[in-house]
């Protein structure tokens, strides 16, 4: 246990502070000399109470100071629910984005795959808007004359009036339904 200075002007003299400096300046000095005044051999509790009812008291008398909060009357203040997204619907919003990436980027490639056509349909050709033919028979086992079993159409062809089989994928790839 050290030595217990007497008043606030022997803790000013103690910090290297003349003994008419703010209640501020004291507090700082001692926040940044602490270890100095342990090192002198004062109590450094003591020289910190000190201090602290420096703050609670007027200088001339010592009576408590009346507080901000006994002068102003309290506002009632709701702060504001935070907007944070939990896991799940951060989830969502994931599964939502990548979906509509990958219909953005699949679509032109592989689109074409989900069309379908049935008979006396009109099809153009998909990149110029041409008229091109029309559905005749859907078969879905059809033999080609190179011996393969595939799915394909049986069209009339606009230009020349003449009836051909046609692969199923490479009637859904050049064409659409007029």
Known sequence: MGKVPADLG?????????????????K????????????AGYDVEAVRKLIKGADDADPLTYEPLPTAAQHVQPVSFTPSKPHALNAVTMLC???????ATLCIFLWPRYGYKLR????????VEARSGEPYATVLEVNRH???SNGKVAPAYLLRLKEDGTEVWYPLNDVHYFCVRD
């Open 10 to 26: 022997e803790c000013c003299e103690m910090l290297g502070l003349s003994r008419n400096s703010s209640r501020d300046e004291l």
């Open 28 to 39: 700082l000095a001692f926040a940044l000399n602490r270890r100095d005044v342990e090192m």
């Open 93 to 99: 919003v994931l599964m939502v984005v990548l979906v």
């Open 116 to 123: 379908s056509f049935k008979v006396n349909d009109p099809l």
């Open 142 to 144: 059809h033999e080609f």
